[in-house]
């Protein structure tokens, strides 16, 4: 059984970084690529970085960009968001999400697609 656990998430202030991870267990997680989303209240649930199953590749929503940073350690099966000039839109539940099928990798990974998916963390930022 996939699970994904995500923590680090909290209460920061505008101009904060935060630091967010997600441990999963039950796959084979060098050969997943893995994806952040993200969704606000009210909001429908948005991509934010995904990473390939080896991790030479990244891709970010063009409102991250510059300001998130999407690693990954395979020895430890886990996946970091770092997250540095925290903004007030930034405030979400951070979800962790799994590609299904392995080595495969897309640069614009929709929401609605078939993923493995963690519970979330909160992230709030605060003025």
């Known amino acids: 059984q996939v699970q994904l656990v995500e923590s680090g998430g909290g209460l920061v202030q505008v101009g904060d970084s935060l630091r967010v991870s997600c441990v999963a267990s039950?796959?084979?997680?060098?050969?997943?690529?893995m994806v952040w989303f993200r969704q606000a209240p009210g909001e429908e649930r948005d991509f934010v970085a995904t990473?390939?199953?080896?991790?030479?590749?990244?891709s970010y929503a063009d409102s991250v960009k510059g300001r998130f940073t999407i690693s990954r350690d395979n020895a430890k099966n886990t996946v970091y968001l770092q997250m540095n000039s925290l903004k007030l839109e930034d405030t979400a539940v951070y979800y962790c999400?799994?590609?299904?099928?392995?080595?495969?990798?897309?640069?614009?990974?929709?929401?609605?697609?078939?993923?493995?998916w963690g519970r979330g963390t909160q992230v709030t930022v605060s003025s």
């Open positions: 039950g796959l084979s997680f060098s050969l997943y690529s």
């Open positions: 990473i390939s199953w080896g991790g030479r590749t990244t």
């Open positions: 999400a799994a590609e299904k099928t392995s080595k495969y990798y897309s640069a614009s990974p929709a929401p609605t697609a078939d993923y493995y």
